[in-house]
């Protein structure tokens, strides 16, 4: 049977305590890129063919769930209490794994950097015949800490953990990654197979490759590069993983047309979408949910999340696009300006120091320096919908809800209460006044005393 045509079911195991992270947050809710590395794996197995998801979490980890669901409502979730240990996790699943599948994929949720196609290696390394394990390798260059992978020629014998390693396995640079595809026909027995007679008296889910041959089964190591099997037990790991998963997908955006002056200071989403022709200053931010047009210029210092930005528009210094806004072709949004949930329309220009938030803006309307839509009362937010080709002057504050008609002028420092006709020329701010040689007595005055 070809490796597509089987059924898959994979076990996510995220049951470990993570105390390493030093946080009141469950370590598989720490993100990458902007996303959990949860959900991270739970995509990847997903797009390796499997069709069926089982969960293995720890008690009271609701929050853990409730991300996995938000992912795959069918999920199923199952609860390790006690953890025992590896094997002892999967088995937590046993009632997934007993609806009967052509693959187990074992994955761990805090091993979030193995791509699609290693999955699907290692699932396609199962097709020969006789085989019940195939396990996940690397050439680590330190190995301390890791399971070893014990090989006679090509075969794979045992996995060996770190602390149970004979002195002459103590040389072995070829490491357990911890992942594994079994056998969906015997992976109940061999699992229910394994004692926790070790150094630790866990479960091993490793002892599964030696109860594979004992019982004339075989089974084999696939390698995979380093970087891809990364493992996150504390922060400083969760930045290196973020390094690596950054490279990638700057790596996939500059092959799409992207151009980073510096890639190593911009940061993107796992989510970030960009056309032909971008081109990405140093120290940018992209958050999640972002979608950038043919052509854009984004300059250093911007910060962005839940923006979609038009072709051939050019974004900051210093820019703040916030979510729902939603900029056309050519828009202008300049150093300091923060626009949020607002619709601009094709050729605004907005380039200095103003908050848009709530609005809409025509297209062609320039909104001058300082201008500020006061679109909250404390209470409710309002909208402020301006027309096309207005002339909004500088350091002026547009008090939401109200309506500007196209073609309209707003005079300098105005505070517009009131909606404006089209056309209209609108002032609201006080005359000026002026007293004559005023400054010249008051100086003189104040030199006598
Ligand atoms: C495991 C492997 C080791 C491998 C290493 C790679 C075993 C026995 N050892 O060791 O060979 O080199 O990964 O990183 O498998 N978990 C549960 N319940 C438990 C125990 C663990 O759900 O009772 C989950 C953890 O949340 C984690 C994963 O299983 O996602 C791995 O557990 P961990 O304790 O990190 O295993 P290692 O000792 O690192
Ligand atoms: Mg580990």
């Keep these: 049977m070809s490796a597509q045509k089987r059924t898959c079911l994979a076990i996510v195991l995220a049951a470990g305590e993570g105390k390493r992270m030093r946080s009141a947050r469950p370590k598989v809710l720490h993100e990458l890129a902007g996303r959990s590395l949860l959900a991270h794996v739970l995509t990847t197995v997903a797009a390796a063919g499997a069709e069926r998801v089982a969960l293995v979490v720890a008690p009271g980890h609701d929050s853990v769930v409730k991300e996995a669901r938000s992912l795959a409502p069918d999920i199923e979730v199952f609860v390790q209490s006690p953890a025992l240990g590896t094997a002892h996790a999967v088995l937590a699943a046993k009632p997934a794994i007993a609806h009967g599948y052509d693959d187990i994929l074992v994955a761990f949720a805090d091993t979030p950097l193995v791509q699609p196609e290693t999955f699907a290696r290692l699932r396609g390394a199962l097709t020969e015949e006789g085989r019940a394990v195939a396990v996940l390798g690397f050439r680590a260059s330190n190995p301390r800490g890791y399971g070893r992978l014990i090989q006679d020629s090509e075969t794979l014998v045992a996995i060996r953990e770190d602390r149970d390693l004979r002195a002459e396995e103590a040389e072995i640079t070829f490491c357990n990654a911890g992942l594994m595809a079994i056998a969906g026909a015997t992976a109940l027995s061999l699992l229910e197979s394994i004692d926790c007679s070790n150094a630790q008296g866990e479960y091993y889910l490793t002892d599964i490759v030696a109860a594979a041959r004992q019982r004339g089964h075989g089974a084999i190591a696939v390698e995979a590069p380093e970087d891809e099997v990364l493992g996150i037990n504390d922060r400083a790991q969760l930045s290196v993983a973020e390094q690596v998963f950054q490279n990638r997908l700057k790596i996939r955006a500059?092959?799409?047309?992207?151009?980073?002056?510096?890639?190593?200071?911009?940061?993107?989403?796992?989510?970030?979408?960009?056309?032909?022709?971008?081109?990405?200053?140093?120290?940018?931010?992209?958050?999640?949910?972002?979608?950038?047009?043919?052509?854009?210029?984004?300059?250093?210092?911007?910060?962005?999340?839940?923006?979609?930005?038009?072709?051939?528009?050019?974004?900051?210094?210093?820019?703040?696009?916030?979510?729902?806004?939603?900029?056309?072709?050519d828009v202008h949004v300049g150093?300091?300006?923060?626009?949020?949930?607002?619709?601009?329309?094709?050729?605004?220009?907005?380039?200095?120091?103003?908050?848009?938030?709530?609005?809409?803006?025509?297209?062609?309307?320039?909104?001058?320096?300082?201008?500020?839509?006061?679109?909250?009362?404390?209470?409710?937010?309002?909208?402020?919908?301006v027309g096309a080709g207005v002339f909004v002057g500088v350091n002026s504050a547009l008090v939401a809800p109200v309506k500007i008609g196209d073609g309209a002028y707003i005079g300098?420092?105005?505070?517009?209460?009131?909606?404006?006709?089209?056309?209209?020329?609108?002032?609201?701010r006080s005359r000026q006044v002026e007293k004559p040689s005023w400054a010249k007595d008051f100086r003189t005055k104040h030199r006598k005393t």
């Excluded at 120091?353 to 025509?362: N, Q, V």
């Design 254 to 329: 500059m092959q799409s047309g992207v151009t980073f002056i510096d890639p190593s200071r911009v940061t993107l989403s796992y989510d970030t979408q960009f056309g032909q022709d971008v081109l990405v200053e140093p120290d940018v931010f992209f958050g999640r949910e972002v979608k950038v047009g043919d052509g854009v210029t984004i300059r250093a210092f911007s910060h962005l999340v839940g923006a979609e930005i038009g072709p051939n528009s050019i974004i900051g210094p210093f820019a703040r696009l916030r979510p729902g806004a939603k900029l056309a072709e």
């Design 335 to 385: 150093n300091f300006v923060e626009v949020k949930a607002s619709t601009l329309g094709a050729g605004v220009k907005a380039n200095h120091l103003a908050y848009i938030g709530d609005a809409t803006i025509g297209a062609k309307t320039n909104i001058g320096a300082g201008v500020i839509t006061c679109n909250y009362d404390g209470f409710g937010k309002f909208r402020t919908e």
């Design 412 to 428: 300098t420092g105005s505070v517009i209460t009131d909606d404006v006709a089209p056309d209209a020329l609108a002032l609201a």
